[in-house]
């Protein structure tokens, strides 16, 4: 596990790591005062504690009833979304911080709503880099699943266990995991989604394009969120790209990059529109569009501490950036994003990016794919924002 970090401090060390990444000074504030509310909430008792809490909702704009105890749910559910949002912003050590405030507050008994926090820790362990940390998360989430016969917590562990294997390159693992989160009864709606995106991930790998599809189109119906739907719009992107069919690739990245995508998914967004437009562009558009990815990507890396924060994301992206500048003849370019890529991928022994460095390929040759597929291809080609790129 992580040990938590008072909130000031937390947010001091996520400001350092942000650097230049511009955050409202009006929501930081709100932040803060968010969580040292909750912090003084969890080493007091009683009418305090209450006090503390009614107004920790209230900034949040949830009405409590005078007299009436407050709501372990209402509790719950308005920090874990501040904490989500403040993931979004890479303020992973903050979003931390709250989170272990709220499991000091709830109820022991309250043993679905603790797993979901854990659950949530694991992620943001996973985002810092800190694996081994993750893992026991995870392992957490799944025990609470099994000893109390909650299938929602059981899947959440599965999981997590499953993006690990995952990062680590040992897919079929992941494989397993994600088949049994989808076949689990009373798995969470959100978990079967994502178990749907990683499985299209590791059929794609394996070369098994149209269940890749089937898994991608799945998780993108199944998107409740703007985040959620670019995200499945970026994995159909990718598998389309390892299929070998940059163009129709391209047009995906293009419709989750006119979605504003946050930085978390921009990253692969950009190192797969790279490639795309390498491999499918005329030279001249292509070595422009690319250029401008590229500094786009080099502006997040330097603001993210050159990879302190988000490890495998950015050195994924600069792994396809890599191939995508060499493609377009800028070679000077290309070792730097290799370089960075490659201390990353040793440093955090992500083998599946070491072997890919030292065996790139930008697009494979088309491969052959089923009519249900094409039909998905269809449908890309006509979402918002597909169409930037539609010509020719």
Request: aromatic residues 6%.
């Amino acid at each position: 596990m992580l040990a938590p970090l008072p909130s000031v401090e937390a947010f001091r060390r996520d400001a350092v790591s942000m650097d230049s990444v511009e955050l409202d000074d009006g929501v930081a504030a709100s932040w803060l005062e968010s969580a040292t509310r909750l912090e003084r909430a969890a080493m007091t008792r009683g009418a305090e504690r209450e006090r503390l809490l009614a107004g920790l909702l209230a900034q949040h704009d949830v009405m409590t009833f005078r007299d009436s105890p407050i709501s372990p749910a209402a509790v719950f559910s308005t920090v874990t979304d501040m904490a989500a949002e403040m993931e979004d912003q890479t303020c992973f050590r903050t979003a931390h911080s709250v989170l272990s405030s709220l499991l000091m507050l709830l109820p022991e008994t309250e043993i679905l709503l603790r797993g979901r926090v854990i659950a949530q820790q694991a992620r943001l362990a996973r985002h810092l880099g800190e694996v081994a940390a993750s893992a026991r998360y995870y392992g957490e989430v799944e025990r609470l699943g099994a000893d109390n016969a909650l299938p929602e917590l059981t899947g959440r562990g599965w999981q997590g266990f499953g993006i690990l294997a995952r990062l680590r390159g040992d897919f079929p693992e992941a494989r397993r995991r994600f088949l049994a989160v989808i076949k689990l009864a009373g798995a969470a709606p959100e978990s079967v989604g994502h178990a749907h995106h990683e499985l299209m991930v590791a059929a794609g790998t394996a070369g098994n394009y149209d269940e890749a599809a089937m898994h991608a189109w799945a998780a993108f119906r199944r998107a409740e969120s703007q985040a959620q739907e670019t995200e499945s719009l970026l994995n159909l992107a990718q598998l389309l790209l390892v299929a070998g069919h940059a163009r129709a690739a391209l047009r995906g990245f293009a419709a989750a990059l006119a979605r504003q995508p946050i930085m978390r998914l921009e990253l692969p967004i950009l190192g797969g529109a790279a490639c795309a437009a390498a491999a499918s562009l005329p030279r001249p558009a292509a070595h422009a569009i690319v250029k401008n990815f590229a500094e786009r990507l080099e502006y997040i890396v330097r603001n993210l501490k050159n990879g302190q924060v988000m490890p495998f994301p950015i050195a994924s992206a600069l792994v396809e950036m890599s191939e995508a500048l060499a493609a377009v003849g800028d070679e000077d370019r290309s070792h730097v994003a290799a370089t960075s890529a490659t201390e990353l991928a040793n440093a955090h022994g992500y083998h599946e990016l070491t072997f890919r460095l030292d065996n790139p390929v930008l697009v494979a040759p088309p491969a052959p794919l089923a009519p249900a597929t094409q039909e998905i291809i269809t449908a890309v080609d006509e979402l918002e924002g597909a169409e930037l790129v539609a010509a020719g």
